[in-house]
């Protein structure tokens, strides 16, 4: 069966936590805000970073929207989900410094009991923006 959490998780896991005292570190703190709110099965948490105008190369329709049912149908499915990234490049445009993108590998693992049930490995592309101060995730795609 598809793993379908992956989209959100994946952009979840870009980075490491610290401070937001440059955009680079505000960025990295958003990304850790993601992957801990979709790690705990916190659905308001993830759609309140995402942008307003978020979408993703399979969703035809309001990206937030989609993103409520995937979870709501991946969190049915599955109690736990872990991430590990490899290979991640995250690049803040110097011409737009309020746009970012961000590159690498992501290993979902999804399990409904204790032993793994799921196992993928993508290619991972994030577009973030941000607007007063805040990052948010514009548009992610997968392969």
Not at 46 to 70: M, P
Not at 88 to 104: C, L, N, Q, Y
């Amino acid at each position: 069966m598809r793993f379908s959490l992956f989209p959100l998780l994946l952009a979840a896991t870009l980075m490491a936590a610290c401070s937001r005292d440059t955009p680079e570190s505000a960025l990295k703190a958003t990304a850790s805000e993601l992957q801990s709110a979709l790690e705990t099965r916190a659905p308001d948490k993830v759609l309140a970073l995402l942008h307003d105008k978020f979408t993703t190369q399979d969703s035809t329709e309001n990206g937030r929207d989609w993103a409520r049912r995937t979870m709501t149908l991946s969190f049915t499915r599955y109690k736990t989900v872990s991430i590990v990234t490899q290979n991640m490049e995250t690049r803040i445009d110097p011409r737009f410094p309020d746009h970012a993108t961000s590159k690498g590998e992501a290993l979902l693992v999804g399990a409904e009991n204790i032993l793994p049930d799921s196992t993928r490995r993508y290619r991972i592309e994030l577009e973030w923006v941000r607007e007063k101060d805040e990052w948010k995730l514009l548009r992610l795609a997968w392969q």
